[in-house]
Nanobody, 114 residues
């Protein structure tokens, strides 16, 4: 099983990034998919989750109206569109797949700084 995140990087405040997570080795369409993040010295926190059929999503209050989660089951990929980025969004972002098992990606760094 592999979850491979991409799309992180350095962006100025107010900018945008789109993270992708490509899954392999799982029946992707059966899994709820989530994005978590972990900032230095802080616990890992849930950013957003999308149900297996994409009919339900949840967001952390801190990212509502700025981030959008989506998925393409045909491509085994989940996305996180991040707009109006703030310095406090700086963290390592992790992809998570959950059904009867839980799998994690290796993470991608997002740095928001001028």
């Amino acid at each position: 099983v592999q979850l491979v995140e991409s799309g992180g990087g350095l962006v100025q405040p107010g900018g945008s990034l789109r993270l992708s997570c490509a899954a392999s080795g799982i029946s992707f369409s059966r899994y709820n998919m989530s994005w978590y993040r972990q900032a230095p010295g802080k616990e890992r926190e849930l950013v957003s989750r999308i149900s297996s059929t994409a009919d339900a999503t949840i967001y952390a209050d801190s990212v509502k109206d700025r981030f959008t989660i989506s998925r393409e089951n045909a491509k085994n990929t989940v996305y996180l569109q991040m707009n109006s980025l703030k310095p406090e969004d700086t963290a390592v972002y992790f992809c998570n797949a959950q059904w009867f098992q839980i799998y994690w990606g290796q993470g991608t760094q997002v740095t928001v700084s001028s």
